[in-house]
């Protein structure tokens, strides 16, 4: 099989496409054939090794797979090749106190695939059969693709950590992005009002296009206060943040008293210092929010199924051209997803 390795770290890092023995699955395992993978910022965390665990090289990156099952392991009863499936990219043991209630994202042994263990940017990949998800026939390999990992983060922050109620005000931060894109649409489906920002026309307008009602240029450094402006003083109810940084210090200066804050990234920064005194006189929330429960999956592939999450996919790079497709998205210019589609080499 073809995978793409990270072989050396960097800014850009170094990758080679090589091609390796065919891999086998263990008795609870399967080996899925890839039909399309999405990019994520966890990806260029790995690639410039910015996570706060090393990892040991090679590594084949991509957590955000759809394909078909390919073989299963001699303990596997509930998949049979060719099921089109999407994988739960946050692994999880199904054992530990917090599986056993379905929380998942809090398992005591997770692992995460494409970061420590082998991904998604190859033709196959071994994953245990307890990370499938079947994929409904309304949803497309490109539509899972870019939505199981960063729509299912929204559906996490938005209905499992935070909650909305009709008339919020919700302001979604970077909303061109893999997580604002489906943040921003969750926010309406479930009636709040959202105001989105953006740090190009192009990214503002799609943010606008997926049904934000106000949007605010990032660039601007008093934007809080055009948000103070929008809700006329009271501020947002609920934020949706995934930057970090000085970018969540300001969304304290443009939070309603009891409002929240529910937080799923740091890519601006992960030390932050704020003062406390307003935070707890006016009642507010900082939650952390990190990877997806199976129920949170289930329901983004139910409303991409009913059309009610949309997919936002900027491009599609074949397997060669992985490279790129990093370097795209650290360019900052991306509107949605970015996609690796491995097969469509293979049949060229
Ligand atoms: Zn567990």
Same mark, same amino acid.
């Given at each position: 099989?073809?995978?793409?390795? =990270?072989?050396?770290?960097? /800014?850009? *890092?170094? &990758? ?19 039909? $399309?993978? *999405? ?30 099952v390919f073989? @299963? ?8 090749? *060719? ?9 999880? !043991?199904?054992? !530990?106190?917090?599986?056993? %209630?379905?929380?998942?994202? =809090? ?23 307890? +990370? ?18 960063a729509g +299912? ?5 938005? @209905?499992?950590? $935070? ?35 953006? +740090? ?11 049904? $934000?009602? &106000? ?15 929008? @809700?006329? /003083? ?15 210090? /300001? ?5 309603? %008293? ?11 920064? %992960? ?7 307003? &935070? ?19 329901? @983004? ?6 059309? %009610?999450? /949309? ?14 497709? &990093?370097?795209r998205l650290?360019?900052? +210019?991306?509107? *949605? ?12």
């Amino acid at each position: 099989m073809r995978a793409v390795q =990270l072989v050396a770290h960097g /800014k850009p *890092g170094k &990758f080679e496409l090589r091609q390796l023995p065919e891999s086998s699955p263990g008795p609870e395992e399967v080996v899925v054939q890839i039909e $399309a993978c *999405g990019l994520n910022y966890l990806d260029l965390w790995l690639e410039e090794a910015g996570l706060p665990i090393p990892i040991p090289l090679p590594r084949t990156p991509g957590g955000e797979i759809a394909g078909l099952v390919f073989r @299963t392991g001699s303990d596997v009863k509930d998949w049979k090749p *060719g099921d089109p499936v999407a994988i739960q990219s946050n692994l999880f !043991c199904g054992e !530990c106190e917090f599986c056993r %209630r379905g929380e998942e994202s =809090l398992c005591l042994n997770s692992e995460l695939l494409g970061v420590q263990r082998d991904g998604g940017f190859a033709d196959k990949v071994v994953v245990p059969a307890r +990370s499938l998800v079947r994929l409904p026939d309304e949803v497309d390999f490109e539509s899972s693709a870019a939505l199981t990992l960063a729509g +299912s983060t929204a559906m996490h922050m938005l @209905t499992s950590r $935070a909650e909305i109620r009709r008339d919020d005000w919700v302001l979604v931060i970077a909303g061109a992005s893999g997580v604002g894109s489906a943040a921003i649409q969750i926010a309406r489906q479930l009636d709040a009002r959202v105001i989105s920002t953006g +740090s190009s026309g192009a990214k503002r307008s799609l943010a606008l296009r997926l049904g $934000a009602e &106000f949007v605010i240029d990032s660039n601007n450094p008093g934007w809080p206060a055009e948000v103070r402006k929008i @809700t006329e /003083k009271h501020g947002v109810d609920l934020v949706v943040e995934h930057v970090g940084g000085d970018v969540l210090l /300001k969304c304290f200066e443009c939070l309603a %008293r009891g409002g929240t804050i529910v937080t799923c990234g740091a890519t601006a920064g %992960r030390d932050i210092k704020f003062n406390l005194w307003p &935070f707890f006189a006016k009642e507010q929330r900082l939650i952390g929010s990190y990877g997806r429960n199976r129920a949170d999956i289930l329901a @983004t592939l139910d409303w991409a199924a009913a059309g %009610r999450l /949309k997919p936002v996919i900027d491009s599609v790079f074949t397997l060669d051209q992985v490279a790129a497709a &990093f370097t795209r998205l650290r360019s900052r +210019s991306v509107l *949605g997803k970015v996609l690796i589609k491995p097969n469509s080499v293979l049949a060229g």
